[in-house]
């Protein structure tokens, strides 16, 4: 794929708020989540270590999945009526984690990608999901791709954000194996269920 090399270590931008409307969060059975922006094919499941390079856009949480669908199906599909692309681009290279042993690609982070972001996270705290107990979220959100073994991508690189997925992680109670549950296209075409 175009743009992808292997790397090293580097930076970030901007803020904006938004919030949709309150829903009644569901008694169902609670799963973990996390929801993200593949920036390379994505098969509809994987192993725990074989992720596809990604955008965390909310890190790993527990709800219900039809709450999570229907909270994140309200703000992306308001989303998607601003049909042009959303894209970013790379910008410095840095190693997160407290060893500082993550080595990731940092993305601009412009306007629409952080009323995006604090969109999401507003429509899970109204289903009940805590957010406030969230790390590297609002103003400490730093768009990234973590490299995966060799795999990330090159300083410069454009990077379509055009569609957002919720993954499972530990579908059928299995933490070793990743499932891609849901994505929501932001150019204005029906979502679509990953079939399981």
Known sequence: MAGLRAGVPGRRAGLSPVGPARTQPDAGPRTRWCVVTFVEPAPAEFGREAWPLHLTWVPPFDAAEDDVVRALTQVLTASSEDRSALETQTVGEAWFGRR?????????????????????????????????????????????????????LALGTVVDLGEVALVAMRPDGDARRRRVVRRWPLDGTEPSADVR
């Not at 601009?108 to 999901?129: F, K, S, Y």
């Not at 957010?131 to 990330?152: C, K, N």
């Open 100 to 152: 500082r042993e993550v080595r990731v690609t940092e993305l601009a982070r412009t306007e629409r990608i952080d009323v995006l972001h604090r969109a999401m996270l507003a429509a899970l705290a109204d289903t009940g999901v805590d957010v406030r107990a969230m790390r590297h979220v609002r103003d400490a959100f730093r768009p990234h791709v973590s490299a995966q073994g060799e795999r990330t």
